[in-house]
């Protein structure tokens, strides 16, 4: 038999991986439809997106901050970048990194908002979102941008080996992002400073350059996500990514990323993300109102944030 501390730790360590197991076995039951490998790789394609973004969104929760500009960040990228990306006028790595650099730029800009000018998270990231999102639609005039090279949708809809490049490009910024967090002097910097500012910062730790390289992670993670996403939809749309910065935060938190900080794994928000995607994919095949998935995803945020605040308290 396990002890209660025992049992308590595999929980707090593998419980989402748990929840994750469970829903697949249920959904698996109400629709036969959904174990299909197309369907299987369809899920994980979906959430590819989110994922990727949500790997930002882990960095800056563990640091105790916050980022809703993601969303928007991904609508300036496609739109950006689309304009760049017509047939027979620049190569790919020109498109790529006019986004790469654009989320980079607006990373930073929140960095030093938040880090050098002590303006609250909340506050830096929701300015990026409500002028992002009108930088986006300025330059785009409010319309698509179509007519984009093969190269370039190729990167939304290209297959390496079988396997979706979305998927392909999810599953190396995992394991580097991982790398990053858990075998790097930075990562261990972000636990601190998630975990006690005040004793990082007397401890030696450059607090302003870690909350700088933090949200210019989120903002070149954010970039990626929209660089794949406008190549997915074959056009950059300045309203693209609307709300994702939400489903970014959620599946953190899902995935047991502490908003108090200083707490969170890569692999958890990996599986937090999958647990939206196999929300989303399972009502769809029910042929369920795709309203209630907002509603099951706000119940289970909540849930999350609730368990989280509980088992603080506990410790």
Not at 49 to 64: D, H, P
Not at 111 to 139: E, Y
Not at 173 to 184: F, I, R, S, W
Request: glycine share 12%; proline share 4%; net charge positive.
């Amino acid at each position: 038999m396990l002890s209660r501390d025992k049992t308590k730790e595999l929980y707090n360590k593998y419980g989402i991986l748990l929840i994750l197991v469970l829903m697949v076995v249920v959904v698996s039951v109400l629709t036969p439809n959904f174990l299909t490998p197309k369907n299987l790789i369809n899920v994980v394609r979906q959430i590819s997106f989110i994922a990727i973004m949500a790997f930002g969104s882990t960095f800056v929760i563990i640091t105790g901050g916050i980022d809703l500009s993601a969303g928007s960040i991904v609508g300036m990228v496609s739109v950006f970048t689309a304009a760049f990306a017509h047939p027979g006028e620049y190569p790919l790595i020109v498109p790529v990194m006019i986004g790469i650099l654009t989320g980079l730029a607006c990373g930073c800009v929140n960095g030093f908002l938040i880090a050098r000018m002590d303006i609250p998270p909340f506050i830096a990231t929701l300015g990026l979102m409500t002028s992002g999102r009108g930088v986006a639609l300025l330059f785009s005039n409010g319309r698509p941008i179509n007519d984009l090279s093969d190269s370039y949708l190729f990167l939304g809809a290209g297959y390496i080996l079988g396997i979706p490049v979305p998927i392909v490009i999810l599953i190396i910024l995992a394991v580097v992002m991982y790398l990053l967090l858990n075998n790097t002097p930075f990562g261990r910097h972000v636990m601190a400073i998630g975990g006690n500012e005040q004793a990082a910062r007397i401890s030696g730790i450059n607090v302003v350059a870690v909350k700088l390289g933090v949200y210019a992670i989120a903002g070149v993670l954010s970039a990626v996500a929209g660089i794949l996403m406008s190549a997915r939809i074959s056009s950059g749309q300045p309203n693209l990514g609307v709300g994702y910065e939400m489903d970014a935060v959620a599946s953190s938190v899902i995935g047991g990323v502490s908003l108090s900080g200083g707490i969170g794994t890569i692999w958890g928000t990996v599986c937090g993300a999958l647990v939206i995607g196999i929300i989303n994919n399972g009502m769809d095949l029910l042929g369920i109102n795709t309203y209630w998935q907002q509603i099951v995803k706000g119940m289970i945020i909540v849930v999350a944030v609730l368990l989280d605040r509980l088992k603080n308290r506990k410790s």
